[in-house]
C-alpha cells in the first residue's frame, strides 16, 4: 500500500493523481497507496508495465525501469506506446471471462474511458480510443 518510487515526481507531472487514485507498476511490484481493489484485470494491466518496464535497455547509469518511468512521465507518445497494450490486455482478460455482449461493451468503454482520461494526455476521443483497443486487444488468461 505505500507509494511507488518517484511518487513525487510523479504528482509533480500529474497533480491529478490523488482524485484519480490509480495503481502503479514498478518492476514487477504493484504499489496501491489508495487502497482500491485490484481485480484480475487490472492485475493483467500492470502486468504489461512490468514486462515493458524489465525489458527496457539499462544505460551506465540508470537501469531499464527508472529510464522507462521518466520517458513514462515526460513523453506523450511513449506514455500512449505503453498504456495501449497495457489496456488491451486489462480488455483481453476481461473478454476471455465474460461471455455476454453488452457487459463486454460496458468493460471496453470503462477501461478506453480510462485511457481517454485527461490524466494520461493523450488527447483522443473516447470512441477511438475504444476501437483502438479492440483492434488491438488480445486473449489474456489468468
Known sequence: YEPPPMFE?????FPQIPRMRPI?????????PYRIKVTPSLQAHEQVHSF???????TSTQTGPEL???RYLTDV???LEEELPAHCAEYGWYIVHHNNRRNRRRALAAIAGKLAHPL??????????MEMIK??????EA
Request: proline share 5%; aromatic share 16%; glycine share 2%.
Open 135 to 140: 483492434q488491438n486487444a488480445c486473449a489474456v
Open 77 to 79: 507518445e511513449f506514455r
Open 52 to 58: 515493458r518496464q524489465l525489458s527496457y535497455p539499462d
Open 24 to 32: 502503479f507498476c514498478s518492476c514487477e511490484k504493484i504499489y496501491n
Open 68 to 70: 522507462w518511468w521518466s
Open 120 to 129: 494520461y494526455g493523450v488527447c483522443i476521443p473516447k470512441r477511438k480510443v
Open 9 to 13: 515526481t510523479m504528482l509533480v507531472h
